[in-house]
């Protein structure tokens, strides 16, 4: 069984730009999480989708969005891009339901210059 | 709101040496826990978990005892191999927000031969 793909792997962008992160989830699985990876904050949870919903929200500023795909793929999108920005953005897939296992992709390295 | 809290790093050990990481956590209600590894350039992967109080957890070598009256989920091994090396995260999800994972801070791992 394939694993949760993420793409692109890397980006590079500049302040002010936006970006739009894929994930795909393991087949089967309808619930896909983002997380924010840092320095500094450690992994904040951003967002949850289940069946094309949102069912979860962190505390991000309203520039960090995402949307779920009837097929369960996710993208996430950060519009008006800051320094602080930069980190790496993982994507997890589960199961329906809850406290289920997160099965985690490799993540996109975003750096903002 | 849900809190993890564990041991900072790195932690150094010696080949063979017993390992333990210290995991506490805030949460209402009744959470699961997770203990996540993360190599080098590499994403999340399940270590362990447990979804009751005395559960116990374990995978390759790792255990971890849900206890709730100490509201801890204490990583240990062991005898720890080079290949531990990475840095470990304790998790929980309370179920009542899906499957969303709040982290501790993660704890470096350096296992010297």
């Known amino acids: 069984k394939a694993g949760v793909t993420q793409t692109p792997r890397y980006l590079i962008k500049t302040r002010g730009q936006q970006v739009t992160l894929s994930c795909s989830p393991i087949?089967?699985?309808?619930?896909v999480s983002w997380y924010q990876q840092t320095p500094g904050q450690g992994l904040q949870f951003l967002f949850e989708?289940?069946?094309?919903?949102?069912?979860n929200k962190g505390n991000f500023p309203g520039r960090f969005s995402g949307r779920q795909f009837s097929n369960s793929r996710s993208e996430m999108n950060v519009s008006t891009l800051e320094l602080g920005d930069s980190a790496l953005y993982l994507c997890?897939?589960?199961?329906?339901?809850?406290?289920?296992?997160?099965?985690f992709g490799p993540g996109t390295r975003l750096t903002v210059l | 709101g849900n809190s993890v809290t564990q041991m900072e790093g790195p932690v150094t050990l010696s080949e063979e040496a017993f390992l333990t990481i210290n995991c506490t956590y805030t949460?209402?209600?009744?959470?699961?826990l997770f203990w996540y590894v993360q190599y080098p350039g590499e994403g999340l992967q399940l270590l362990l978990k447990?979804?009751?109080?005395?559960d116990k957890g374990s995978n390759k070598g790792f255990e971890a005892t849900y206890r709730k009256e100490t509201t801890s989920f204490h990583l240990e091994k062991g005898s720890v191999q080079v290949s531990d090396s990475a840095v470990y995260f304790c998790?929980?999800?309370?179920?009542?927000?899906?499957?969303?994972?709040?982290f501790g801070g993660g704890t470096r791992v350096l296992v010297k031969p």
């Open positions: 949460a209402t209600g009744y959470p699961s």
């Open positions: 087949s089967g699985h309808r619930s």
């Open positions: 997890a897939s589960s199961l329906t339901g809850a406290n289920n296992e997160q099965f």
């Open positions: 989708y289940f069946s094309e919903t949102q069912r």
């Open positions: 998790a929980l999800s309370d179920g009542a927000a899906g499957n969303k994972l709040t």
């Open positions: 447990a979804t009751k109080a005395d």
